[in-house]
């Protein structure tokens, strides 16, 4: 069976620090990994990873997969109180496109 | 442009009733899927249209749960009759690929079975 896991479960950090949040995967046949920041309600698109070794960005926010080892990371920099939500990643599998999810990390940034 | 809406917000419901969800996707995009949490479990997919065509329903956990998609624009997902089990937060999502399309998520339906 598919699955994702996430770790840690929960972090509280102060506004300014760098967190990184880990996210595993074993998923059939494999296709590519998503980041999802979730605050309230629906889940909002941080990044879709195909390749290995490619670091994609977003401001302060960044991102690289490893296919060998089979996992990636979420790098936030310079943390703000806004950045304070559920962070999901998923893996697509190829065939039917499905995404797996992993239970979230927690992110608490404090002023 | 609108996100994908899913109407209602919250739904509390008693066992063995019926309950409808509906999700409008983003205009032009054929992908649409439902997937659910349960409480304290990961987010679950349940289904995923093409159109109005079913492409998976792996997920969809028994025949108390109907999805339909007609005409190819908004879906409906019917829980008939309601369980205990079934609480839990329904997303609909949408994408206009597949492959390497990345999915845009509604706010969700919170049911509530009592």
């Known amino acids: 069976e598919d699955k994702v896991v996430q770790s840690p479960l929960s972090l509280v950090v102060h506004e300014g620090d760098t967190v990184t949040l880990n996210c595993s995967y074993e998923?059939?046949?494999?296709?590519?990994l998503l980041w999802y920041k979730q605050e309230k309600k629906a889940p909002t698109f941080l990044f879709m990873l195909t390749s290995s070794g490619i670091e994609k960005k977003s401001g302060r926010l960044s991102s690289i997969l490893d296919k060998k080892e089979l996992f990636s990371i979420l790098n936030i920099t310079a943390t703000q109180t806004g950045d304070s939500a559920v962070y999901l990643c998923a893996g697509r599998q190829g065939a039917g496109n499905m995404l797996t999810f992993g239970g979230g990390t927690r992110l608490m940034v404090k002023p | 442009e609108a996100g994908v809406t899913q109407f209602p917000s919250h739904s509390v419901i008693e066992k063995g009733q019926t309950v409808t969800l509906r999700c409008d996707p983003i205009s032009g995009h054929d992908n649409l899927y439902w997937y659910r949490r349960v409480m304290g479990k990961e987010i679950k997919f349940l289904l995923h249209f093409v159109k109005e065509s079913k492409q998976d329903e792996s997920g969809m956990p028994n025949n108390r749960f109907l999805a339909e998609r007609t005409g190819g624009t908004y879906s409906t997902l019917k829980v008939q009759p309601a369980e205990l089990e079934d609480s839990g937060v329904y997303f609909c999502?949408?994408?206009?690929?597949?492959?390497?399309?990345?999915?845009?998520f509604g706010s969700g339906t919170q049911l509530s079975v009592l």
């Open positions: 999502a949408s994408s206009q690929g597949v492959v390497y399309e990345k999915l845009f």
């Open positions: 998923v059939t046949n494999f296709r590519s």
